[in-house]
T-cell receptor, first 118, second 115 residues
Framework: GAVVSQHPSRVICKSGTSVKIECRSL??????MFWYRQFPKKSLMLMAT?????????EQGVEKDKFLINHASLTLSTLTVTSAHPEDSSFYIC??????????????FGPGTRLTVL | AQSVTQLDSQVPVFEEAPVELRCNYS??????LFWYVQYPNQGLQLLLK??????LVKGINGFEAEFNKSQTSFHLRKPSVHISDTAEYFC?????????????FGAGTRLFVKA
């Protein structure tokens, strides 16, 4: 089946630095990707919807300048956490939507990226 | 707006016993319904989904769920659990108008299967 990858799977950085997380659809084209954040023992919170070639749509309460999203191609979306702080430590998960068939059959989640900010 | 309530944060159960994980939702528009499983430090895996048609939906790993529109519920069941079913389970909804992709998740239920 379709696969979505994320890189890196785990990252540790110092406070104040920026971290980029990649989300790739490996064998299908994803016109839309979604970014979620999961706090420990909590549910997933939708952060933003990323559309190829256009600006991302952010959910209420999510800082656009803090979490930069770029969807440069049909197989790649990136999330950059700028000037990271310890409170940004979390598990970030992306999902990708296919471009053909029944759309609700083709949403796939990546394995997640664990970000730890020291 | 949509919301999802998973009534139990943790469900301990003995191996080979049946289990039901409860999910209720609220929405002013029609929604698709999903159950996902998450193993430790991993992403999400789709267990099953309800789009339309039969209200009893069968998924992977022997799980099934029943959509009850009048009670706005979508409870997940398995007649006999295994140790390997220990994981976090998420109920989720998505407005049909978005094609089913703007998914709103419940808080999750941790299923713990004991030997």
């Amino acid at each position: 089946g379709a696969v979505v990858s994320q890189h890196p799977s785990r990252v540790i950085c110092k406070s104040g630095t920026s971290v980029k997380i990649e989300c790739r659809s490996l064998d299908f084209q994803a016109t839309t990707m979604f970014w979620y954040r999961q706090f420990p023992k909590k549910s997933l919170m939708l952060m933003a919807t990323s559309n190829e070639g256009s600006k991302a749509t952010y959910e209420q309460g999510v800082e656009k300048d803090k979490f930069l999203i770029n969807h440069a191609s049909l197989t790649l979306s990136t999330l950059t956490v700028t000037s990271a702080h310890p409170e940004d430590s979390s598990f970030y998960i992306c999902s990708a939507e296919g471009t053909s068939g029944n759309l609700t059959d083709t949403q796939y989640f990546g394995p997640g990226t664990r970000l730890t900010v020291l | 707006a949509q919301s999802v309530t998973q009534l139990d944060s943790q469900v301990p159960v003995f191996e080979e016993a049946p289990v039901e994980l409860r999910c209720n939702y609220s929405s002013s528009v029609s929604v698709y319904l999903f159950w996902y499983v998450q193993y430790p430090n991993q992403g999400l895996q789709l267990l099953l989904k309800y789009l339309s048609g039969s209200t009893l939906v069968k998924g992977i790993n022997g799980f099934e769920a029943e959509f009850n529109k009048s009670q706005t519920s979508f409870h997940l069941r398995k007649p006999s659990v295994h140790i390997s079913d220990t994981a976090e389970y998420f109920c989720a909804v998505s407005p049909t108008s978005t094609g089913g992709f703007k998914t709103i998740f419940g808080a999750g239920t941790r299923l713990f299967v004991k030997a």
